[in-house]
């Protein structure tokens, strides 16, 4: 179980606050049948035991309609994690 306390470097900032940790999650579009997988739907389980864990130490961002044009959405991010269908060239 993961919690705040554990956090390896969960340190007060400069006034004693907790320094939030920013984490983008990304959704690709829908890849599988109905039923088998659901990338938006998987991050959104991971995105809810994250707060629950970390509460105010986390501020997750979920973008469920794949990758997005403004960059500036990943400025301050301590993470981001994409799940998506991945094609290979064999």
Same mark, same amino acid.
């Given at each position: ?9 969960? #340190?007060?900032?400069? #006034?004693?606050?907790?320094?939030? #940790? ?42 469920? #309609? ?25």
């Amino acid at each position: 179980m993961l919690s705040a306390a554990s956090a390896p470097d969960a #340190k007060p900032g400069p #006034k004693g606050e907790p320094q939030v #940790k920013k984490i983008v999650m990304l959704a690709g579009p829908k890849s599988h049948a109905a039923g088998m997988h659901d990338h938006a739907g998987g991050l959104a389980l991971l995105k809810g035991a994250m707060e629950k864990a970390y509460g105010s130490w986390v501020k997750i961002d979920l973008i469920e #309609k794949g990758w997005f044009d403004d960059p500036a959405l990943l400025e301050g991010a301590a993470a981001h994690l994409q799940c998506h269908r991945w094609e290979s060239d064999r």
